[in-house]
């Protein structure tokens, strides 16, 4: 360590030397020499001005702090209590959030064909347009987010909507009043939507993406079932009492808007200049770290693969703070418009299932294998991306997921080729959905995620529009062909391997640093505790 300013520098050739020595099985006595190098180091560290350290660790206070919780309390490993905290609050909300809408979205459209006496054609009508006001919402309050560097006011405000929507379904005694209503409930849906995704980006260590989305949209379709179970036992309890369903199902929406009040403590958007100057503090480290290992004229292959995770890390540290969108981004929002032409309505699915033979009763298993298998394996895989494997390699296995169910479903010739379908298609959405955002979430500086989410909520929405629309008009085609409603299974098909080569040419179009894996945390964690002893 000699000759070398900067006590931070003299701890990372100490340990450099230690573990250099420590693997050198002919160096006698060499374990002994390295530690006192370490020792040394530490010492120096110690004696350095005070007042520069104190300073330093002020800048990033909570990231510095390790959790105490145990580990099956943590929702993700290398965070601190508070985010810990705070994505256990983010998925609690997102679960009530759930249950609340599915309660009223699996009985809505019978009610509107049933009871109120309203066509299908208009029910379509108003679908496409709650899903419209719904992505529009998303274009703004993402941004909003950004602007007001706060992710709470777009969030409570659409849950405060939300809660005064479902009143207006109970009380309704026209159509206009149930058509309000639900494109009222999905604007509002929208307005928390991509303020959400931007929360859960400022709560992610870096390198977990994949794990905090997993468990986002694994709270989301449990939500999901449970609301839609409570909705039927409450119809059996009620002889059929749909207004009873409505009006309860404002109570989880109540409760979901207290979560951000009460639990969930909001990262200081406010304070992006420290954080800028730690991310700085920090590739400099990484920096030296590296000069230090390439200035020996050899390298173990353990070393070389600590250089290539410190360059990973680099990367991801280059990209949070950056100042603009960056190419990648627009790449991965090319992909995700591609595929999400493929996402059509789950109604073609159902059509296609009575089409061969399922009985119009048993068509709701659908839904439960593909929610079933989304809630157990959104976050395992989620985590898997974040520690072993390299993320793209999940998203292809997803996306050739959804292209086996594409498969399943045109060459189906009875229930069980449905089903399969659909069972593909759930772990298409296992692999995929918060694996994309983690990716998103990747690509965005740490300044501009709220605006970045609004971006890509607003270009898949045009692309779940064109994909729809496309998919009808297919669906169509095929039946007076006589070969049934197939048509928008092989759009889907082509659809889907375009989004595949799409994301291979991403992939291989990064430099060799960035073609290696998302990095195991464990790894991360190892690299902070060297950068920061």
Not at 459 to 465: D, E, I, M, N, P
Request: proline share 4%; glycine share 8%; charged share 20%.
């Amino acid at each position: 360590d000699g000759g070398i300013d900067g006590t931070d520098n003299e701890i990372q050739i100490g340990v450099y030397s230690f573990r250099r020595y420590h693997h050198d099985a002919d160096a006698t006595h060499a374990t002994d020499d390295a530690t006192s190098a370490l020792a040394l180091a530490m010492l120096k560290c110690k004696a350095a001005d005070g007042e520069e350290r104190e300073e330093k660790r002020e800048e990033e206070p909570e990231e510095e702090v390790p959790s105490k919780l145990p580990k099956w309390a943590r929702a993700v490993s290398n965070a601190t209590d508070d985010q810990n905290k705070a994505l256990w609050g983010v998925s609690v909300m997102t679960f009530l959030y759930g249950a609340s809408v599915f309660m009223v979205a699996s009985l809505l459209p019978v009610y509107l064909k049933r009871v109120v006496g309203m066509s299908q054609t208009n029910i379509g009508y108003i679908e496409g347009i709650a899903i419209s006001m719904s992505f529009f919402a998303r274009g703004f309050s993402g941004v909003a987010s950004d602007l007001f560097k706060s992710r709470f006011p777009p969030i409570i405000i659409g849950g405060l909507l939300q809660c005064c929507v479902k009143p207006i379904a109970v009380m309704s005694t026209s159509v206009t009043m149930l058509a309000s209503a639900r494109l009222l409930d999905r604007f509002a849906k929208g307005i928390r939507a991509a303020p959400t995704d931007a929360l859960l980006a400022d709560l992610s260590p870096t390198g977990q993406q994949g794990s905090v989305y997993g468990m986002y949209h694994s709270s989301s379709t449990l939500g999901s079932m449970v609301g839609g179970t409570l909705a039927m036992i409450i119809m059996w309890a009620t002889c059929n009492n749909y207004r009873a369903v409505f009006a309860l199902s404002t109570i989880p929406a109540v409760l979901a808007i207290l979560i951000p009040i009460l639990v969930i403590k909001e990262p200081k958007l406010g304070k992006l200049g420290k954080r800028l100057e730690h991310i700085k503090s920090e590739i400099k480290e990484i920096d030296a770290f590296m000069d230090e290992i390439q200035a020996e004229q050899t390298a173990s292959i353990s070393e070389q693969e600590e250089i290539q995770r410190a360059k990973r890390k680099k990367e991801l540290l280059q990209l949070e703070g950056g100042d603009r969108f960056t190419l990648r981004f627009y790449k991965v929002m090319a992909i995700a418009w591609i595929l999400y032409t493929a996402r059509f309505s789950e109604a073609f699915i159902t059509l296609r299932a009575v089409e061969v033979g399922l009985p119009v009763a048993l068509v709701p298993i659908l839904l439960v294998v593909s929610q079933v298998l989304q809630t157990a394996l959104s976050y395992p895989l989620g985590r898997w991306a974040d520690e072993f494997l390299d993320r793209n390699a999940v998203l292809v296995i997803g996306f050739f997921c959804l292209a086996a169910a594409n498969i399943a479903c045109f060459q189906a010739t009875g229930p069980l080729g449905m089903i399969l379908g659909v069972f593909f298609q759930g772990l298409h959405m296992s692999a995929a959905e918060g694996n994309l955002k983690a990716l998103v979430a990747q690509s965005l500086p740490l300044h501009l995620r709220g605006t970045g989410f609004s971006i890509f909520a607003m270009s898949a929405g045009t692309a779940v529009v064109v994909g729809n629309m496309t998919a009808g008009y297919l669906a169509d085609y095929t039946v007076s062909l006589g070969l049934g409603s197939v048509g928008p299974f092989y759009a889907g098909l082509a659809s889907t391997l375009l989004a595949t080569v799409a994301l291979l040419v991403m992939y291989n179009s990064d430099s060799a640093e960035n073609r290696g894996k998302l990095l195991p945390v464990r790894n991360f964690l190892l690299m902070d505790k060297i950068y920061h002893m």
